[in-house]
């Protein structure tokens, strides 16, 4: 069913004159390439996260990709990840030659990486982990930085779903201060099109290591020591320091990102407004949980998800939205189930796998009402 016929859609852009106006800006100054709409969306990014450094690049895979370089990850290397994620990561640790290991997650409504998993699964051999934090809700962070403090490991956060939501210990649930994407060594973002902040593709990167910095700068665009927009004007030529991608971001996407930057917050809010509905019309259904239920006020809110109590009512349940109309997803199928990975890989992962069988994605954006909410609530409930 196309989008236009859905209803109720899944997530629908929080679009407006603001985003117009940005790339107006841009096709008024004539450059297009990487310039001063991508030098500002980093600096205000870097605000936000409280971050020395900033980085934008093309996409949030590209990202990953650049992350695993610049902390030299290659063949030999073992990164722990989630298989409950979108594949890139994955993807782009094979890329780089090394070898994912696959974590379950902590519970059906915690689909996180689990740290005393991860912790059973550290050899000689494993260089990084890469916790996800699933749906807008962070990994038990402070658990999993004592396990690379430990091992000497580095930490490439996956915070694709997390942009403006900040850590909260997972015990007292008091304010930590750190923004999700700013507590391991690298945090990397998405701009796509279903993200809190979308620009239709688009990533960045953060990280308060200079010498980290430093590489993934050189390593975005070619391994140029200058990029084309200092040299704009000048005398001058440049570099090339080290082998490098083609990973930088145009002006279009960085100035449409900069007019979804200052949206934000208020969206993340109206998100968590929402999420709080859909959670007290769900409180006590027999049927289904909502993830991370207890954790909507510190969320950034990019996912409503539910987890039905079987397979069944999971697949009774989709067919009764969509019946009226709702458009439904879901946040993700395992990794170990696609016939790229499951010959290759054997990880018994028992709650990653009931997870992929059970969950469902349900609508959350800024403008969604909360009459509609209300109706999807309704209708689960009311399946047999």
Known sequence: MPLSDWRVPLSVLDYGVEEAEAAQRVIGHRWLSMGPEV?????????????????????????????????????????????????????????????????????????????????????????????????????RMSELLEICKRHGLVMIEDSCHAVGASYHDGQGRTPHGTMAGSIGDIGTF???????????EGGMLVTDRDDLATRIQMLRSHGMTRSSWERHGRAGSYDIALPGFNYRLDELHAAIGRAQLVKLLDG?????????????????????????????EHSAGHLMV?????????????????AIG?????????????????????????????????????PLHPNLSVEHVDEIVHTLRAVQ
């Open 268 to 296: 993340n809010a109206r998100r968590r407004q929402l999420l709080a509905r859909y959670r007290d019309g769900l409180a006590g259904a027999e049927r289904w949980t909502m993830v991370f239920a207890g954790q909507v």
């Open 39 to 139: 030098l500002a969306f980093e600096r205000e990014f870097a605000t936000l996260q409280s971050s020395k450094h900033a980085f934008a690049v093309s996409n949030a895979t590209a990202a990953l990709h650049l992350a695993m370089h610049t902390v030299g990850i290659g063949p030999g290397d073992e990164v722990i990840q989630p298989a409950i994620n979108f594949v890139a990561s994955a993807n782009m640790t094979l890329l780089a030659g090394a070898t994912p290991v696959f974590a379950d997650i902590c519970s059906l409504d915690e689909p996180t990486i689990d740290p005393q998993h991860v912790a059973q699964l550290i050899t000689p051999r494993t260089k990084a982990i890469v916790p996800m934090h699933y749906g807008g809700n962070l990994a």
């Open 190 to 200: 998405s701009f796509y099109a279903n993200k809190n902040l979308a620009c239709g």
């Open 306 to 322: 539910v987890v039905a109590d079987c397979s069944e009512t999971r697949s009774a349940g989709i067919e009764a939205l969509r």
């Open 326 to 362: 709702v458009q439904t997803s879901m946040h993700y199928p395992s990794i170990l189930e696609f016939s790229g990975y499951r010959e290759r890989f054997t990880a018994h992962l028992e709650i990653t796998r009931q997870f992929a069988r059970r969950a469902i994605t349900l």
